[in-house]
Every structure is written in structure tokens, then in C-alpha cells.
């Protein structure tokens, strides 16, 4: 089962715990900044990522990253490296 989700960032965001995704469930986040640039991004603890530490999203204005995803436990999303900057 795969996903697709946009976030449109017009202010800093956190992403919570999610309640609906299904073990196995894979999928990107596609996140795109305002015209203004700049926000960013907390995670839930439920979040894992590579290496342990959270991706830092590009911050330019309208710019666009890519993140990956799979939901291997109820609590446990593991993200892949965040592809940065698309053009």
C-alpha cells in the first residue's frame, strides 16, 4: 500500500503521531515552501530517521524536498534520506 502526501509550508510545522497509517504502508512526503521560504519542521518522536537526526528541509522560497517512507511498527515511521532542493 503506498502514499502520497503534499504539505504545503506557509508557517513551521509538526508533523504528530499518526493514527490511520497500516504496518507495511509505504509512500513520500512531498513538502514545498511558501513564497516566503524559511519554515520548518519538527517531528513527532514516532518519526525515525537516518542516522538519528531529523532532515533539515531547504528553506528558499517555493523550494521543494522529497522524503520517503515506510511504517514498520503501530509508533514507528522510518523515513528515508530527505532528497533536498528539487528544480
Known amino acids: 500500500q503506498e502514499s502520497y502526501h503534499l504539505i504545503n509550508l506557509n ?3 509538526t508533523l504528530g503521531q ?3 497509517g497500516q504496518i507495511g504502508q509505504t509512500g513520500f512526503i512531498v513538502f514545498k515552501q511558501d513564497a516566503t ?5 519538527t ?3 514516532a518519526f525515525k530517521n537516518p542516522g ?5 528541509l531547504t528553506t528558499t522560497a517555493n523550494g521543494i524536498d522529497v522524503i520517503g517512507y515506510v511504517i514498520s511498527a503501530p509508533n514507528e515511521i522510518l523515513l528515508s534520506t530527505a532528497q533536498l532542493a528539487f528544480a
Open 18 to 20: 499518526p493514527v490511520t
Open 43 to 45: 517531528l513527532n518522536a
Open 37 to 41: 521560504g524559511s519554515r520548518t519542521l
Open 11 to 13: 508557517a513551521n510545522i
Open 52 to 56: 538519528g537526526t531529523a532532515p533539515t
